[in-house]
């Protein structure tokens, strides 16, 4: 069975940096794309970055270029979310996700889901 587990989250200042984790087990990660999600009070829950498949091609919101990064560890079955230079409206409960190799990075194309970590910015 498919699972994944974020962990990472924090409250964080304006200007800092943070790392997500998102640790899967029960599949190869390299065959799925996998990626990260937010989603902030009253909003929609909506891609962040994606790694899409097994050559490591990602795709990035534009709120997030040039700020985040996506990585992955094939060896761990772990994808990992760099943000750097966070702003309070990067404040959402971020989740990781899972689904067939080249799904556009959009949640509803994501048919597996981690239980979500906070990220809270503010000074």
């Known amino acids: 069975q498919l699972q994944l587990v974020e962990s990472g989250g924090a409250l964080v200042q304006p200007g800092g940096s943070l790392r997500l984790s998102c640790e899967g087990s029960?599949?190869?990660?390299?065959?799925?794309?996998m990626g990260w999600f937010r989603q902030a009070p009253g909003g929609e829950r909506e891609g962040v970055a994606c790694i899409i498949n097994s050559a490591g091609t990602t795709i990035y919101a534009d709120s997030v270029k040039g700020r985040f990064t996506i990585s992955r560890n094939n060896a761990k079955t772990s994808i990992y979310l760099q943000m750097n230079n966070i702003v309070p409206e990067d404040t959402a409960v971020y989740y990781c996700a899972a689904a067939g190799v080249f799904a556009p990075c959009k949640a509803d194309e994501y048919p597996w889901w981690g239980q979500g970590t906070q990220v809270t910015v503010s000074s």
């Open positions: 029960g599949f190869t990660l390299e065959s799925y794309s």
